[in-house]
Each structure stands twice: as structure tokens, then as C-alpha cells.
């Protein structure tokens, strides 16, 4: 007669882990990625920025109300003063789409100033 009431405490844990089952949490993490390039385009009929590509076609990003624009020192500047300009874009990927939350332009490595440094050496004997 001990199996019945060990037989029942096995049925009700299966009969509770399989209800508890059924509650169903759904987490959905985001991560947000950088691309660095030069921006071609910015289309504010569209709500996007166009980068321009090495690898062949150009790559569309959606900006919003909330995207912020600033430069290497954190100052905050325009949407359309970042054409032709080195920028870093940070992202969030859904599906197809790549909604902006900031743009960095970055300072533009110039490279025709080239600098040199000339030391002369005295020996004194």
C-alpha cells in the first residue's frame, strides 16, 4: 500500500511541471550594431540615409524623430551636413529594416597634409 501514495506524489509533480509549462514568457533581446562609411545620400522623403559601399550596392538606413546627430566631439549637428562625410551609424536590425538611433561624423583623415619631423643631431667633442 506504500506504492499509492508514492505513485500519487510522482503523478501530481508530472501533472504540476506540465502545467507550469504553459506559461509562456517571451523575451525579445536587441542589439545594436556600428557601420562606418561614407554617407552618398540623405532622403528625407524616405526617412533615410544612403551609405555608400565598396562591396557593391549602396546600404539604405531608416533614421526616426529620435535618431541624433553629432560630430567626433560630441557637438550636435545637422542631418544634411553629414553628406560626404566619414560617419559612424549605430543601428538596430529588424528583418530587412535598420532603424538609426545616432550618427558620428568622423573627422576626415586628410591625406594630402603630410607631416614630417626633421631633428638634427649635434655631436660636441
Known sequence: MKALPIL??????????????????????T????????????????DTIIMKSESGAPTR??????TTYV???GNTVTRESIVNHPVTVYYTRDGDRMTVSKVVVSRPEDSTVRRER????????
Do not use: H
Not at 8 to 29: H, N, R
Open 118 to 125: 626633421e631633428t638634427t643631431t649635434v655631436e660636441k667633442r
Open 61 to 66: 538606413y531608416i533614421y526616426t524623430e529620435k
Open 31 to 46: 542589439s545594436e550594431t556600428t557601420y562606418r562609411g561614407t554617407v552618398s545620400q540623405v532622403d528625407p522623403d524616405a
Open 71 to 73: 560630430d567626433a566631439a
Open 8 to 29: 500519487t506524489l510522482c503523478g501530481t509533480l508530472v501533472a504540476g511541471a506540465a502545467f507550469a509549462g504553459t506559461d509562456v514568457v517571451e523575451k525579445t533581446t
